[in-house]
Antibody, heavy 118, light 108 residues
Framework: QLHLQESGPGLVKPSEILTLTCTVS??????????WAWIRQPPGKGLEWIGS???????YYNPSLKTRVTISIHASKNQFSLNLRSVTAADTAVYYC??????????WGQGTLVPVSS | SYELTQPPSVSVAPGKTARITCELN??????VHWYQQKPGQAPLLVIY???DRPSGIPERFSGSNSGNTATLTISRVEAGDEAEYYC???????????FGGGTKLTVL
């Protein structure tokens, strides 16, 4: 059974880099049929797609975040990661890692809240 | 810009049928996926490709998509169906998902 678990800092300061890692169990991030995604949800608000990455390393980003985001695969650890640069308070959100099957999400991590505050 | 428009809230009595709409605006013709999110939990896929149900999702959940509007229908609504529901489509121009604003389903 597929399980995804986010990990990262509990707090990030404004202007710094937010880095999160998703550890995958029950499937391989090297799978050619799966993409691995990051989605976020500000407190009390709706879902926002951040981007996704394929095992080949090809990545695809929401245009609204593209200039600040990098999503990478780390096959040896069966993980993938999110880097979001130059964060502000508006980036405070619950960040979910997920598996993207075709063009929808079929599995989600439990999510991790990342506050941006000095 | 591409937008998906959902009503902020829908209320329904137990045992009745709830219908949650998603206006596709510039996304007319695209397949729609639906997620259920209960407080403090991650979203759960309940409908994909307009009307397909993942394993484990009750048959009470169904979906349709016609013209510029997709609809999630929940029959014989139960108290446990109370949740936020989000529609989602794929923007193939820039290869990313787009979510609707969400609809809070209240079971009276």
């Amino acid at each position: 059974q597929l399980h995804l678990q986010e990990s990262g800092p509990g707090l990030v300061k404004p202007s710094e880099i937010l880095t999160l890692t998703c550890t995958v169990s029950g499937a391989s991030v090297n799978s050619l049929i799966s993409y691995w995604a990051w989605i976020r949800q500000p407190p009390g608000k709706g879902l926002e797609w951040i981007g996704s990455v394929h095992s080949t390393g090809s990545s695809y980003y929401n245009p609204s975040l593209k200039t600040r985001v990098t999503i990478s695969i780390h096959a040896s650890k069966n993980q993938f990661s999110l880097n979001l640069r130059s964060v502000t308070a508006a980036d405070t959100a619950v960040y979910y890692c997920a598996r993207r099957s075709s063009n929808y999400v079929d599995s989600w991590g439990q999510g991790t809240l990342v506050p941006v505050s000095s | 810009s591409y937008e998906l428009t959902q009503p902020p809230s829908v209320s329904v009595a137990p045992g009745k049928t709830a219908r949650i709409t998603c206006e596709l605006n510039n996304f007319g013709g695209k397949s729609v996926h639906w997620y259920q999110q209960k407080p403090g939990q991650a979203p759960l896929l309940v409908i994909y490709y307009d009307g397909d149900r993942p394993s484990g999702i009750p048959e009470r959940f169904s979906g349709s998509n016609s013209g510029n509007t997709a609809t999630l229908t929940i029959s014989r609504v139960e108290a446990g169906d109370e949740a936020e529901y989000y529609c989602q489509v794929w923007d193939g121009d820039s290869d990313h998902g787009v979510f609707g604003g969400g609809t809070k389903l209240t079971v009276l």
